[in-house]
């Protein structure tokens, strides 16, 4: 099943050199598993609900299993350290949901636990 890594990032008006740095490597991290961007630094062009100040990233794996090896990777975490030094923000680790996903099955197991 499809995996995310999510990123709502809060870069500075103008950005480092170590983050341009950041960006010109995290490819070759995310190529040994199969990661791609989806999403890459877009800033928000409409809220409907709520607040989502920052930029965001969504890059797809084939499995969390990939997703999370790439993160804890020894390539990536010499890479973190640039671009965390330099703005802050949240990254989560997500599972997608499985082909023929309904939403209404979910709705309807959900509601029989409750009971």
Same mark, same amino acid.
């Given at each position: ?9 809060? /870069?500075k /008006?103008?950005?480092?050199?170590? +983050?341009? +740095? @950041? ?5 070759? #991290?995310?190529?040994p %598993?199969?990661?791609? %961007? ?5 800033? #928000?062009?409409?809220?409907r609900?709520?607040?989502?100040p920052? $930029?965001?990233?969504i890059?797809? %794996?084939?499995?969390f299993?990939?997703?999370?090896a ?10 973190? /350290?640039?671009? #965390? ?5 949240? +990254?989560?680790?997500?599972?997608g949901? /499985?082909?023929g @996903?309904?939403a209404?099955? #979910?709705a309807? $197991?959900?509601? $029989?636990?409750?009971?």
């Open positions: 099943m499809t995996a995310y890594a999510i990123g709502n990032l809060h /870069p /008006p103008v950005l480092d050199e170590e +983050v341009f +740095v @950041y960006m010109e490597r995290i490819q070759d #991290t995310l190529d %598993f199969g990661g791609r %961007f989806l999403v890459h630094g877009a800033p #928000t062009r409409e809220v609900e709520g607040a989502w920052g $930029a965001v990233v890059i797809g %794996f084939p499995s299993e990939d997703a999370r790439w993160y804890d990777s020894a390539p990536y975490q010499a890479l973190v /350290p640039l671009r #965390t030094r330099h703005m802050n923000g949240d +990254v989560l680790l997500i599972d949901v /499985p082909e @996903y309904e209404a099955a #979910t309807a $197991a959900l509601r $029989a636990a409750t009971r």
